[in-house]
């Protein structure tokens, strides 16, 4: 009996701790279960999250590649765009040319056959038409050659046709039509107002004008000959027709000057022999003005 009681209570032990096992175990197998569920939650929500990201990253990449595409297309239509405004400004150009070149063309035909009429008033020798179409013809489309030529036809033709009008006012000046001398003087010098022998035409100007009681005119075109240096063998003449000028002006001191740089510079001359009595006259004019200046009453005050 007592054999049996221990088998018995041997075998109640391994059944409570077969129970305790099998609570343990079952306990195990939830706490087990728990972190299987965690686990599977967490990798739930990182497949989420892997998912997102990918995506984000695939659309991230395709907003880039296409802002990249967009801007190679951008860049290649510009470039396009540029080229094909680059040829178009060549072609415009290029018919331009074209339409320059025809009009220059058309305008060298036509400047041709001016030339070829103008030379031909050249070859007569028709100085006034010459002078009078030069500036028109000018303005053509002329070739260097003719352009020089033309301009130097028209110079000689100014220079003597201008000594032609000059030696008609000597002409007219010796037959005392001081008026007509004068018109023909100063056309002379409006004909070819740099040509050398424009100082003798302002002499014998001023000479004409000074016998037409117009002094002050003729002043001014003594002064100019006595100034020059182109003929300066005129320059003893201006200065004795300045002197005579201002005296008939009243201006003595001015004639007084003009006749003591006569003296001084040109002391030998027939002039300076003519000038030395008259500068003394002048000078006792002057002087005599100045006395009776000083000689004269005052006004009584009112």
């Known amino acids: 009996m007592r054999d049996v009681d221990d088998?018995?209570?041997?075998?109640?032990?391994?059944?409570?701790?077969?129970?305790?096992?099998?609570?343990?175990?079952?306990?195990?197998?939830?706490?087990?279960?728990?972190?299987?569920?965690?686990?599977?939650?967490?990798?739930?929500?990182?497949?989420?999250?892997?998912?997102?990201?990918?995506?984000?990253?695939?659309?991230?990449?395709g907003v880039l590649s296409f802002v990249g595409l967009k801007l190679y297309f951008d860049a290649q239509t510009g470039g396009l765009r540029s080229e094909k405004a680059e040829a178009e400004a060549a072609a415009e150009q290029l018919r331009q040319d074209l339409s320059d070149e025809v009009r220059r063309s058309s305008d060298r035909g036509t400047a041709a056959t001016k030339a070829a009429r103008f030379y031909e008033l050249i070859r007569e020798r028709k100085r006034a038409e010459v002078i009078r179409q030069y500036p028109s013809m000018a303005k053509e489309a002329l070739s260097p050659a003719e352009a020089a030529m033309f301009r130097d036809y028209e110079q000689q033709f100014r220079q003597a046709l201008s000594l032609e009008v000059y030696q008609k006012g000597l002409q007219l000046a010796a037959g005392k039509k001081q008026e007509e001398a004068i018109a023909r003087f100063e056309e002379a010098i409006d004909l070819h107002p740099k040509g050398t022998h424009i100082p003798a035409v302002k002499y014998a100007l001023a000479s004409s004008l000074r016998k037409e009681k117009r002094p002050a005119e003729a002043l001014v075109y003594a002064q100019q000959v006595a100034d020059q240096t182109v003929d300066s063998s005129l320059q003893p003449d201006g200065w004795w027709l300045v002197a005579l000028c201002a005296r008939d002006l009243d201006d003595l001191d001015t004639a007084k000057d003009a006749l003591k740089t006569l003296i001084n510079k040109w002391p030998r001359s027939a002039l300076a022999r003519e000038a030395r009595p008259l500068f003394r006259e002048v000078t006792r004019e002057i002087w005599s003005g100045k006395q009776a200046a000083t000689t004269t009453p005052a006004a009584p005050a009112q």
């Open 7 to 61: 088998e018995v209570r041997q075998i109640k032990k391994e059944i409570v701790e077969s129970r305790g096992l099998i609570i343990k175990t079952n306990n195990l197998v939830n706490a087990l279960g728990a972190d299987i569920k965690s686990i599977a939650k967490r990798q739930a929500g990182y497949e989420r999250r892997l998912n997102w990201n990918s995506g984000v990253a695939i659309a991230v990449i």
